[in-house]
């Protein structure tokens, strides 16, 4: 087993050629044929849309061709041009014979197409126009300034005038010319209900459709179209950068894919086009899916086959190796796997076996060493008293003493004894939160009488939910001689201390907080840094300390947080995420050593 294995014995290798040269060649052979299957289908649907939109393409253009070839011809009609031109000499007989001339022959234009649903003869120099449909009647002078000086890039001279769409028919003149000297024109009006019916002849898939986009980029569908379905492709087709000629393009609509093909004509100024579901390209593929289906099952069973093997000499293995680690997760270091085969699994198996006994030993190990520093930055953290402190305290007991203010003396007396009980006693590691706030409270009242003209302490109450709370030693004191020593030194007078106890969706945060000198943003970060910093034991700063302590008991989102105070100064933050964790343990010893 100490021999690195070879791939003889290896049972990945077996497994993978095996599956490898049975299922490769069935699927490989499943796959093209299924693609050459689907990809003809493709073409020959393809094909087929694309000579439909051609046809109907060609069939467009030859009819509005015609219409305009019998609009030409109408324009030089002789009736027309008496009714243009000699109004004013013929008689009543003559002109209602000219008009009625007229008339039938715009209805045999109206009649000749089926697209025309009304044909219109405009003769300014008379003040008429004479309709197919309801004879003579007066100029329309807003429809006759339109018809004769509207461009459009249509050949056919395809308009849209009051929501119709128009074929007219004029002289070759400019436009000024023609409206000063009134000079007639036609126009045929197209049904747009009838290019909708010629649309639904065309063959659409289900759940397809098809679209005539005309040159103002309005869209005309079938009968019946899904409408929200024609305006996602009107959109797509018309975001193309350029429609002349055929294409074909893609679009999504409602969690599908459409496929379409279109076909503009220049001389329309018009695109045709065709779309279908992607699926319906597939339609006709039914014998190849089956085919398919056919090899594909083969393949499953080969499969099968090849996962039993597996499962035999890999998933067994692996689940015995699963429940070990998840013994594991739950504590139990005692696990011990055994395997009969020389394969990659006994030699895992063994390592694993040995992995946990090391495991055992260093985690006994790494568990001693934890307690002896935290007990030895404990006890150092203890012995640093301040001389400073010490040689002040005595200096302001003198002073009260001089002064024979003997019940400051007693309260002073009193809170020094308790300040040096606290810091001094070795009973437990852990105390009840009441029991350190009320240590921080003496510490504050001790330097609050030494400091009693130059500043102020604001020293909340604890939330009775949190006095039970479990917490490291001395984590609030050194924070506050920290502020005393650095934050409030150099105040001569206003100084001002704050401490208070916010309860959030988190857990507890102890908020102290100074007014002292304003700090840079690089000064903070800089703060903030030095708490992540892998500082060795003999470099450990008690702030580092208070800080790694309560990460060690209540997690890694716990410990110190350094900003900006609300009045200036510096604002220190101690977050303790759980407060449920550890309460009453330490209380009887607490309560006790309170009575001494």
Known sequence: ?????????????????????????????????????????????????????????????????????????????????????????????????????????????????????????????????????????????????????????????????????????????????????????????????????????????????????LPDQSLVSQPGADEALAAAFGSALKSRPDLSGSGTLTFRHEGRNYFAVYESSSYLGATLAVYVREEALTEKADRIQRLFLLFSLAAGLIVLVSMLSAFKFVQQPMLRLIRALRQMEKGNLNVEITHRRE?????????????????????????????????????QLQSQINPHFLYNTYFVLYNLAMSEDYDNVKQFTRQLGAYFQFITRNAADDVPLRAEADHARTYCEIQSLRFWNRLTVDFKELPASCADLLVPRLILQPILENAFEHGLADKKADGRLSVEFLLSEIGLEIVVEDNGPLLADSDVARLNERLTSEAPASETTAILNIHRRLRLKFGEASGLIFRHGREGGLQVRIVICSIEEGKGEADNETDADRGR
Do not use: C
Request: glycine share 4%; charged share 20%.
């Open 343 to 379: 394969d990659e699994y006994g030699f895992v198996f063994t390592r694993f076996n040995g992995m946990v006994r090391n495991l055992n030993q260093l985690i006994d190990q790494a568990y001693k060493q934890q307690i002896l520093t935290q007990q030895a930055e404990l006890k």
């Open 1 to 213: 087993m100490e021999s690195v294995l070879t791939w003889r014995k290896s049972i990945f290798t077996r497994l993978m050629l095996t599956f490898a040269l049975i299922v490769s060649p069935l699927f490989l052979a499943a796959f093209f044929i299924y693609n050459w299957g689907i990809g003809s289908v493709k073409e020959e649907l393809e094909r087929s849309m694309r000579s439909q939109v051609g046809f109907f393409v060609s069939n467009y253009n030859t009819e509005v061709q015609r219409i305009n070839a019998l609009l030409y011809n109408t324009l030089y009609d002789s009736n027309l041009t008496d009714l243009a031109n000699r109004v004013s000499e013929l008689s009543d007989y003559d002109l209602y014979r000219s008009v009625n001339s007229l008339q039938q022959r715009l209805l045999v234009l109206e009649n000749s197409n089926l697209y025309v649903k009304n044909a219109t003869a405009y003769i300014p120099s008379a003040d008429m126009f004479v309709t197919s449909n309801g004879g003579l009647e007066k100029v329309d002078e807003e429809a006759l300034a339109f018809f004769n000086s509207a461009s459009t890039d249509s050949k056919a001279q395809l308009l849209q005038f009051r929501g119709d769409f128009y074929l007219r028919a004029l002289l070759p003149l400019d436009v000024r010319y023609r409206m000063e000297k009134k000079v007639h024109l036609l126009t045929a009006t197209l049904s747009i209900e009838r290019i909708r019916t010629s649309l639904g002849q065309m063959d659409v898939r289900p759940g397809g459709g098809t679209s005539l986009l």
